[in-house]
Structure formats: structure tokens, C-alpha cells
């Protein structure tokens, strides 16, 4: 019998394409929903430019330009939504697309921004992408008004027609007037109470494609005369290449030539490259084989001397010495806890964790004398197109980029805002022919831009009630050469600014330095300090006597949108401290991208130390929700995301490079460690507009953590959570 090697997609366009050769019995709803292609960069948006924002086809189809990612968090079907309620169009009319890079910064920048990242999409850039669409409805009525004399105050425009008495029209037929109308004042756009769309759950436009296969990302980027790289950087960042051997290798099949990448003195930003070699073949597997077997010599550098244990002693070390003050409320907490009392005290560490994007990292560039093209995962596509040119000394103008889904962005501007786009660009300068190059999974991990490790020390001081009357935090984060903010993320953030009202706070901190790149990870900052901040709350509320839960109630009072969120959490969640011995509940409560999120977590633990965590339920403040469905998938994915990383991850650094950096080592969490997740919305409402990407993730570590302990009596200071021992009897 012969054995046949076969993909899953495929597999599943195979399966498609058969017709009857397979059942899959799943439904996809909303047949006349809104609709997306495999390649939303090539989708013809033939129509009327009403702005910049939209086209109408002659049939009233709506063509929506978004300029933002599609990496699984909604951004295709959010920017559609948004256009689709002020325009007033049906939602089976409106196709989406990607929007041009190109024309976005020659033009300059109409789309205001291109970045996806910070659960900032619908939070910050839903007014004017909201008013693109309310000009553009606008304009139609003033289109319709002038050819009816009627004042535009008299037409109506709802679901792609126009009416004023008994005249109507449709979109389409007043597209073309409406395109050439200014109008005198942008029109101002919805308040919540007049959505008839928002607010309503609407499947997701990529996920049919997806599901079939047909969606395509930048590893599946193919084109004529394309040749493939491998490439491998000094395994010590930032570290030297000494020589490499081509001859060893350069008779192998397909292989066709070897390039040194050279680092450029000074420059160390995230997408810069690193010194390392590539070797260019007629396919990938061939490149990367030569490059494995080519002997190769690295000075590695005095980082190599740098490991986790060198890193922990100097974090202890500084945990000794007085940090940068960001915090100091009351009296000197400092002074109050040394003079004695019931102190609660206790040392929280999260270590290097790395983003494992699904899809490798990758890009595709091709440089002619006229023009270069662009594929890479970025979350700012106009980014992709400034490395490419500046790698390429081209003009902006020349340079092309092609939106793609992408598998994975996670923070750090995606796998594309790594050194890769550089590469591509550059190897593709010098072969003049499209080169596709591809990360191994190693040099992936190896070289990714990782989230910070980061240690603090905790001392409270017990009043009143068994509440805290003084709190004194100091933490240690590493940086790549110290910078002291990664995006919004600092070495206190969610540790120095918790909510909780304690009289008497002081807060220090210090940005110890190290030579691997870090970036910002989904929830940056949040997600490292909300598990240890929300861990010892609890370890100070039992201390006192207190439920943890009645705890941060009582610690937040008069602050209603914390309250909203705990009180709803308890009547969710059903929390309770007296399960039997190896069953525990725990919860946290973290606040990041404008909206507050917290998570109870319960968790069964055998006698061996067999960890299940068996539900979470998570409640979310964001201030207003534009698509529900889309939101519960965004909660359930970051909580997935932060359990994964405090449950099964961490790196480990040895010798100035890590050693865990494929999926055998680095572990991510499996299907069948995946909780029920149960999502419930506790909106304030009003002005407030949260992110709904990230912030569930945070609380969802601590949650776990705490439940452990009430599961085994054993408290959780460190992660990952795999590496402690859980057993009981």
C-alpha cells in the first residue's frame, strides 16, 4: 500500500471539490451575509468611488476598502459593519476588501492609520471610519435632494435606497452625482441608541474561507521564476557571522547561491536585520537542507555568557536596590511596613515567552527595475511597504504591497515586522527574482521578538478588617538595551497602577538591560503583572480572612465599572472557596485597553499532580460591543492565548541563546487542555469604548493559580505552571 503524504487544506479543497466524496457536516450561517474572497487584495471593487472608503457597483453592491489586518480578531467584518450602519445598506450587499498601501501613504495617509495591534481597531478608529460611511450617505442624499429639489433634510436613506415622498432610487443610481458632491460639514455619526446593525452578532467574514482552504496568506504566496531562502542568523543575538563554507554544499540539488545578510552598526529595531547567511534553492526544503549541512562560524559574542539563572540573580539583585519610583500615594508605605505588624510578603516571576505564531514566518519579495512587490504578515501593511523600500533604496510610489490573512499576529507588528521583510527585499536586490523566504520554526522562536521576563517583589501590611493599610511593590523587567516601554507595556504596568484602594502604595521599578529583542505581546505588560498582582491579592485577602471575591469588591467600592464587573462575576461564576480537596476556584480581575476584564477559574487536581482546568467564566467591560459574536471569540481566544503561555510555555535561556524553540519543547496548549469558556458582557456603556482583543487574557493566569491553591494548598509564584509540582495527598 502506498503512502501518501497530503495537507489539511488540501485535504479539505480536494474533499470540496469532489462532490459528494465527502460530507462535512458543519453549518456556516448568514447566507446573506456580507462576503470576503480567497484574495481580498485582488477582489475587482469596480463601482463609483464614493471616498476613499467604498465603492457602488451598478447591481447596489457595496465595496468596503478596509486598511486594517485580518489576522482572526474581525477586522474585515468590523470595518464593514461600521461602514454598512452609517451608510444604512443591506448587509448581503456589502463585499469587503483590502485596502492599498501604496495609496494610503501617497496619498497621504486618507486611511488615517493602517495598524492593527492594541486592541485599538474598533476603540479608537471607529469614529472615522464610522464617518466615512455617514459622509457617504449623506452625499447620496444630497445627490438624490439635487436632482428631486428637495433639501437633503427631506430624503431618507435606509437599506441602499433613497426616498423623498414618493420618489426613491436606489444607492447605485445616485453613485456617480454623490461621488463629485463636497459637502459643507462632515456629518456627525451615530450614538449607540441609534444603531440598527451594531450590536448585532455577525459570523465573521474570513472564516468561510478558512474553512474550505481557499484563504491566502503569505506562505502561500507563489509566482512565476520564484526561487526560496533559508536563513540563519548568529544563534546569540546580535551576535557575529565569522565565515561559512558554500563549497560544501553548493553541488547539492536546486541549491543556487549563498548570501551573507549583514547587520547594520547601530541599528537593533525590530525589524533590522540580524548577521546571517541565506541559501537560495528551487525549493524551500532543498534551501533549508544545504543550510543545515554548510558549515558555518558564529562569534557569538559576550551575550553568551547571558542565561535564565544570570538573569534571576541579577533581577534578585536589583530587587535589593532602590528602582525609579512611578507610584507613591499616602504616607511612606515603605516606613509603615518596616516598623512591623502582620506583613504579607512574597517574590512573583513570569520568564520569556514567545509569540509561536501558527504560520511560520515568512515574506515574499520581488524586485524589478519598475516596481516591488510585497507579501509579509504584517500588522501595518503600509510597514511592510517602508522596509521594502528603504531595503531596496526604491521610492514609496514603486513599491507595491499585497494584503494578506494572517496567521497569527499576537503583537511585535506580526511575523513580517521581524528581520524577515528586510530579507526577502534584500535577496531578491541581488538575484533580481522573487524570493520567498521562510523561517524554520528554530529560527522563528530563536529570533522572534520576545515578551519580557519580569520579577517582583510584594510586601503588604495588614489593618484594619484584615485590609491592607500599606502596599509596597518593586519590579524588575528586561528590555532589549533597557528601553523602558514596549508599546503600552512597562515594568509596572498593572502592578503600579492596580485599582484597589489601599490608603498608603508605593511602587518602584528598574528596566534591567539584555541583548534579545523584545516586543509587545497580545495584552504587553498586562499579561506578565496582571497573574502576579491578582496571585498575591489573593495571597493578602486569605491572609485577612477575606473571600478573595468579597475582597476586591470591598477594595473597589464607589468605582462603578469594577463593581459592575465583580458583581456580575459572582453571580456568573457561582464562586466558592469550599470545594473538596483537589477541586478549586479563582479569580482575577485585570484592567488593559480601556476595559476591564475578570476571570474565575475552575480547576480539578489529582493526587499525582495532574492539572485540568475544567471552566472559565469571564466578564468583560469594554463600554459598548459592536458585533457580540465576534467579541465572545475574541475573550476566548486570549484567554486560550495567556493560558497557554502560563500553563505550558516559557523559554529558556542558556548560553546567550534559547533552547526550547521548536513545538516539542515549547509547548502551547493542546485541545484537550482547553476549558469551557464562558463569556458574558457587562457594559457601562456612554463614552467608554475598551478593546475586546487582549483584555480577557490577563486575568485568566491568576485565576487558574488561585484555584490551584485551593485545590492543593499550594501557591503558584512563578510560571509556567507545568513546572511546579502539584501533587497532594
Known sequence: MTQTTISRRAFI?????????????????????????????????????????????????????????????????????????????????????????????????????MTTHGSQLVRLQHPHIMQAGASARERLKAAAAQAWRVDRSAVEAKLGVLKSGKRSGTYAEFATAAAAIQLPTEPAIKTPDQWWLLGQSKQRLDIPRKVDGSAAFAIDTRLPGMVYAAVKCCPVPWGKLKSFSFDAVKQRPGVIAAIELKAVPGKTAFSDMQNGVAIVADTWYRAKTA????????????????????????????????????NATGA??????????????????????THARMEPINATVSVTDSRVDVWSPTQDQSLALTLAADQTGR??????????????????????????????????????????????????????KQRPPNMTAFKALLGDKGLPSAWFTRSVWFTQDGMPRIGAAHADYSIGNMPYKVPNRHHERHNGKTHIPTATHRAPGAGQHGFMTESFVDEV???????????????????????????????????????????????????????????????????????????????????????????????????????????????????????????????????????????????????????????????VPPAVANAIFYATGKRIRSTPFRSHDLSWS
Not at 408 to 434: D, I
Not at 616 to 631: E, K, Q, R, W
Request: hydrophobic content about 40%; charged content about 20%.
Open 13 to 113: 479543497q480536494t474533499s470540496v471539490a469532489a462532490g459528494g466524496g465527502l460530507l462535512l457536516g458543519f453549518h456556516v450561517p448568514g447566507a446573506d451575509a456580507a462576503s470576503v474572497e480567497a484574495h481580498p487584495w485582488k477582489t475587482p471593487t469596480d463601482g463609483v468611488e464614493i471616498n476613499a472608503w467604498l465603492t457602488i457597483d451598478r447591481n447596489g453592491v457595496v465595496t468596503v476598502r478596509v486598511p486594517h489586518t485580518e489576522m482572526g480578531q474581525g477586522a474585515l467584518t468590523s470595518v464593514a459593519m461600521m461602514i454598512a450602519e452609517e451608510l444604512n445598506v443591506d448587509w448581503s450587499k456589502i463585499q469587503a476588501v483590502f485596502a492599498d498601501p501604496n495609496r494610503h501613504l501617497t496619498r497621504g495617509r486618507e486611511y488615517k492609520v
Open 541 to 699: 485577602a486569605i491572609a485577612g480572612g477575606w473571600n478573595p471575591l468579597d475582597w476586591r469588591i470591598e477594595m473597589t467600592k464607589g468605582m462603578d465599572d469594577w463593581q459592575r464587573v465583580l458583581l456580575t462575576l459572582k453571580e456568573k461564576s457561582g464562586f466558592r472557596t469550599d470545594l473538596p480537596r483537589g477541586e478549586g476556584m479563582g479569580i482575577g480581575i485585570v484592567e488593559s485597553h480601556g476595559s476591564i476584564a475578570a476571570a474565575c477559574a475552575t480547576v480539578t487536581v489529582s493526587r499525582r499532580g495532574a492539572l485540568h482546568v475544567e471552566k472559565l467564566v469571564i466578564v468583560v467591560d469594554s463600554g459598548h460591543v459592536i458585533n457580540p459574536l465576534g467579541g465572545i471569540e475574541q475573550c476566548e481566544g486570549s484567554a486560550a492565548w495567556e493560558l497557554s503561555h502560563a500553563w505550558v510555555g516559557g523559554l529558556d535561556l542558556k548560553e546567550g541563546r534559547f533552547t526550547n524553540t521548536n513545538f516539542d519543547t515549547y509547548n502551547l496548549l493542546r485541545i484537550d487542555q482547553m476549558p469551557q469558556v464562558d463569556v458574558h458582557f457587562a457594559l457601562s456603556g456612554g463614552s467608554k469604548w475598551g478593546g475586546l482583543g487582549e483584555p480577557a487574557g490577563p486575568p
Open 291 to 326: 543550510l543545515d549541512l554548510m558549515p558555518i562560524e558564529w562569534d557569538f559574542g559576550p551575550a553568551a555568557q547571558s542565561s535564565t539563572e544570570s538573569q534571576w540573580a541579577e533581577a534578585r539583585k536589583l530587587l535589593e536596590q532602590p528602582g525609579e519610583v512611578s
Open 332 to 353: 511612606n508605605a515603605i516606613e509603615m511596613i518596616g516598623a512591623g505588624g502582620k506583613v504579607i510578603a512574597a517574590e512573583y516571576h513570569r520568564p520569556w515567552e
Open 395 to 448: 521610492d514609496v510610489k514603486d513599491v507595491f504591497v499585497h494584503t494578506v490573512f494572517l496567521g497569527g499576529g499576537f503583537g511585535g507588528g506580526g511575523g513580517g515586522n521581524t528581520a524577515v521583510t528586510r530579507q526577502a527585499a534584500e535577496l531578491s536586490r541581488q538575484l533580481k527574482r522573487p524570493v520567498k523566504v521562510v523561517w524554520s520554526r528554530e529560527e522563528d522562536i530563536n529570533h522572534d
